[in-house]
């Protein structure tokens, strides 16, 4: 299974920025992949979970300020982040049941 996240980048606070985590390999769904972020110095935390159409877990600290759609055809998790904030400021990583992508940096700055 891989997992190629991409669409980091640096954005103001209050700005909005997606970022997309593409399955290929031996992975037949995009049920399950999660996203989670880890912050300079900090300790890597879910952030939110795709489950099917329409069915997401969004953890508390970004719930209603982040979203996540799936593209089953793709093999594509985005996670749409609105509102951000400094402390959003982390490596982003996408996760299916023990395998990782390589990350893709946030930064939210002014």
């Known amino acids: 299974v891989q997992l190629q996240a991409s669409g980091g980048g640096l954005v103001q606070p209050g700005g909005s920025l997606d970022v997309s985590c593409v399955a290929s390999?031996?992975?037949?769904?995009?049920?399950?992949i999660s996203w989670y972020r880890q912050a300079p110095g900090g300790q890597r935390e879910l952030v939110a979970t795709?489950?099917?159409?329409?069915?997401?877990e969004i953890q508390g600290p970004v719930k209603g300020r982040f979203t996540l759609s799936g593209d089953f055809l793709e093999n594509m998790v985005v996670l749409h982040m609105t509102g951000l904030k400094p402390e959003d400021t982390a490596v982003y990583y996408c996760n299916y049941e023990n395998y990782w992508g390589q990350g893709t940096l946030v930064t939210v700055s002014s």
């Open positions: 795709y489950i099917g159409p329409g069915t997401t």
């Open positions: 390999g031996s992975i037949f769904t995009i049920r399950g």
